[in-house]
């Protein structure tokens, strides 16, 4: 066992060096290259120009690609032609490890950099909304209970979900599915907003078509997917007061002159209700970093050690001037350590 382990180590080792070796031969590169979330992109970037100035390295590409998509790009392969670190607003998924380790990328550091909320906002020329998960579930879902059966979505307005909400018409501007904070959305709102909606689980008894039905989002226009740009939804929603838009709570600090979020079971999205869990459309942003590429393309381990200094992501660090959500400083000490070394990710 010990012998055929080596000889897959040795194997890797070899397939890393001809991928590296092939690759440089074409172009090499001397540049940081990142993909990944949307929400997570105006962290990265932060990171990427701090990290510039210092001098001795050039600054690193960040592209908005997505989760979904950074992953693709970023398992596909080892080699200057693919990218060094993946942004992410969700862990990545077992079948995207898999695929990774296909693909000759079989050592993943994961580096947690903090919290965020996703929000449900809206210009603040319109009126403030105040949801339950519940409400916002039935107002969002494809088919929901009607007279004990399960029918396609019928509320037009969202007083036709609660007579207690404005009566406007439901326009929601959201992310597509290769979004990470469509992932989170899904879980933590949609599906628990679909759980509290007791008829649901009445109605549809096997787990698996539950589990679909409270995730799937209508498709009659009520919901429009807008992309990857949440600072395209931003502009969107000045424009037309009665929408809402659905991304992280990054973008709305950055924009509380102009936008307002829901209160989502009556707890507003803050800085501190999500820290503490309160605020419960919350979750974990991620860094992952592709280990081949450490010591071959410039200047990552470097930038890693910035990414996850205190001056960073700490409580008073340039992140938390972005809206990122400092992890505690036990957790933040250990996210450091394996940054230092290094650590491949166990799932």
Same mark, same amino acid.
């Given at each position: 066992?010990?012998?055929? /382990?080596?000889? +897959?180590? *040795?194997?890797?080792?070899?397939?890393?060096?001809?991928?590296?070796?092939?690759?440089?031969?074409?172009?090499?590169?001397?540049?940081?290259?990142?993909?990944?979330?949307?929400?997570?992109?105006?962290?990265?970037?932060?990171?990427?120009?701090?990290?510039?100035?210092?001098?001795?390295?050039?600054? !690193?590409?960040?592209?908005?690609?997505?989760?979904?998509?950074?992953?693709?790009?970023?398992? @596909?392969?080892?080699?200057?032609?693919?990218?060094?670190?993946?942004?992410?607003?969700?862990?990545? /998924?077992?079948?995207?490890?898999?695929?990774?380790?296909?693909?000759?990328?079989?050592?993943?550091?994961?580096?947690? $950099?903090?919290?965020?909320?996703?929000?449900?906002?809206?210009?603040?020329?319109?009126?403030?909304?105040?949801?339950?998960? *519940?409400?916002?579930?039935?107002?969002?879902?494809? &088919?929901?209970?009607? &007279?004990?059966?399960?029918? @396609?979505?019928?509320?037009?307005?969202?007083?036709?979900?609660?007579?207690?909400?404005?009566?406007?018409?439901?326009?929601?501007?959201? !992310?597509?599915?290769?979004?990470?904070?469509?992932?989170?959305?899904?879980?933590?709102?949609?599906? @628990?907003?679909?759980?509290?909606?007791?008829?649901?689980?009445?109605?549809?008894? &096997?787990?698996?078509?539950?589990?679909?039905?409270?995730?799937?989002?209508?498709? &009659?226009?009520?919901?429009?997917?807008?992309?990857?740009?949440?600072? +395209?939804?931003?502009?969107?929603?000045?424009?037309?007061?009665?929408?809402? %838009?659905?991304? %992280? #709570?990054?973008?709305?600090?950055?924009?509380?002159?102009?936008?307002?979020?829901?209160? $989502?079971?009556?707890? !507003?999205?803050? #800085?501190?209700?999500?820290?503490?869990?309160?605020?419960?459309?919350?979750?974990?942003?991620?860094?992952?970093?592709?280990? @081949?590429?450490?010591?071959?393309?410039?200047?990552?381990?470097?930038?890693?050690?910035?990414?996850?200094?205190?001056?960073?992501?700490?409580?008073?660090? #340039?992140?938390?001037?972005?809206?990122? $959500?400092?992890?505690? /400083?036990?957790?933040?000490?250990?996210?450091?350590?394996?940054?230092?070394?290094?650590?491949?990710?166990?799932?």
């Amino acid at each position: 066992m010990i012998t055929k /382990k080596l000889a +897959l180590t *040795a194997a890797a080792a070899v397939a890393v060096s001809v991928a590296f070796a092939g690759a440089a031969n074409a172009q090499s590169r001397d540049q940081i290259r990142a993909v990944g979330s949307s929400t997570v992109f105006p962290f990265t970037t932060a990171v990427a120009e701090a990290f510039g100035k210092s001098g001795s390295f050039k600054t !690193p590409v960040v592209e908005s690609t997505g989760t979904g998509g950074g992953f693709r790009l970023f398992c @596909a392969g080892v080699g200057p032609a693919h990218p060094d670190v993946s942004n992410a607003s969700r862990r990545i /998924k077992k079948s995207e490890v898999e695929q990774c380790a296909a693909n000759g990328v079989a050592e993943i550091t994961e580096l947690k $950099i903090g919290f965020d909320g996703i929000v449900l906002a809206s210009s603040k020329a319109g009126q403030h909304m105040d949801l339950t998960r *519940a409400q916002l579930w039935k107002a969002l879902a494809k &088919d929901v209970p009607v &007279d004990g059966k399960m029918v @396609a979505n019928p509320y037009k307005r969202w007083s036709d979900v609660d007579p207690s909400l404005p009566n406007v018409e439901i326009e929601v501007l959201g !992310p597509p599915p290769t979004s990470g904070t469509r992932d989170a959305f899904n879980e933590l709102a949609m599906e @628990a907003g679909c759980h509290e909606v007791k008829e649901v689980a009445a109605i549809v008894t &096997d787990a698996k078509a539950l589990a679909q039905a409270c995730m799937a989002i209508r498709e &009659d226009g009520a919901y429009v997917e807008a992309g990857e740009n949440d600072n +395209l939804i931003v502009q969107k929603l000045v424009a037309n007061p009665s929408a809402f %838009g659905v991304f %992280g #709570y990054s973008f709305l600090d950055q924009n509380k002159d102009k936008l307002q979020a829901a209160e $989502i079971n009556d707890v !507003p999205p803050t #800085y501190e209700n999500i820290s503490s869990g309160k605020y419960p459309v919350s979750r974990s942003m991620f860094v992952y970093i592709k280990n @081949a590429h450490v010591g071959v393309i410039p200047g990552i381990r470097e930038f890693v050690a910035e990414y996850t200094s205190e001056r960073a992501m700490g409580e008073e660090g #340039y992140l938390a001037d972005k809206g990122l $959500i400092a992890l505690p /400083k036990a957790e933040r000490d250990g996210v450091r350590s394996s940054a230092v070394n290094m650590t491949p990710m166990k799932l």
